[in-house]
């Protein structure tokens, strides 16, 4: 099947530090998304891709449909304590229906 | 802001029983989903479900899983016969239409003895 690698799989920052992640895959997705997930949760939608090249924000957080369709990035800019949390990105496969891919997750931990 | 609701939260059965989980998708989403997440895992598609019938379905979505919609709110999965692998949180999803993105409910964790 299809499969999303995430990278870093886990990252320690200082707050006010900006953030960087991504999913590469190889095969194309025709949908990018990326969600948070607190403890005892559901993924919580952050952004979505629909796009190849497409970049979009959503306050201090930005994310790229990259313009091959087999990658995508999320940043967060100057990081706060509730940014803590498991990010996942999703990829879908075909429009109307589609199941989506998700990547294994990259755990953001803020060191006071 | 409108949010799918699962119930319930935690469900703990023997093995062998037949469980069922409910959900309520946001109230005019057209696209279902069930997803499951082993725990320190990450989330697998299970099945999807549009205009009252199953869209597509993984390979862990075997004989012993079916979905129902039975009225105009709910979104049933059932496990027919759980096994000890079945231990995992559940989660339902739905869409709006094509071009919108999945919103998720806060799971149901399954627990099999």
């Known amino acids: 099947g299809q499969q999303l690698n995430q990278s870093p799989q886990s990252m320690f920052i200082q707050e006010g530090e900006d953030v960087s992640m991504n999913c590469t895959s190889s095969?194309?997705?025709?949908?990018w998304l990326w969600y948070k997930q607190d403890p005892g949760e559901g993924p919580v939608l952050l952004i979505a891709?629909?796009?190849?090249?497409e970049l979009t924000s959503n306050g201090r957080l930005t994310a790229q449909f990259g313009i091959t369709r087999k990658d995508s990035f999320l940043n967060i800019s100057a990081s706060i304590p509730s940014d803590v949390g498991i990010y996942f990105c999703a990829g879908g496969s075909n429009f109307g229906n589609e199941k989506l891919t998700f990547g294994t997750g990259t755990r953001l931990t803020i060191i006071p | 802001e409108p949010e799918v609701t699962q119930t319930p939260s935690h469900q703990v059965t023997q093995m062998g029983q037949e469980v069922i989980l409910r959900c309520v998708p946001i109230s005019n989403h057209l696209y279902f989903y069930w997803y499951r997440q082993i725990l320190g895992q990450k989330v697998e598609f299970l099945v999807s479900?549009?205009?009252?019938?199953?869209?597509?379905k993984s390979e862990i979505f075997d004989d012993q899983f079916s979905v129902e919609r039975p009225d105009g709110s709910n979104f049933t999965l059932k496990i027919r016969s759980t096994k000890l692998e079945d231990s995992a949180m559940y989660f339902c999803?739905?869409?709006?239409?094509?071009?919108?993105?999945?919103?998720f409910g806060d799971g149901t964790r399954l627990s099999i003895l």
């Open positions: 095969s194309i997705f025709n949908t």
């Open positions: 891709l629909y796009k190849a090249g």
């Open positions: 479900f549009y205009n009252n019938e199953i869209s597509e």
């Open positions: 999803a739905s869409k709006q239409a094509s071009y919108q993105p999945q919103h």
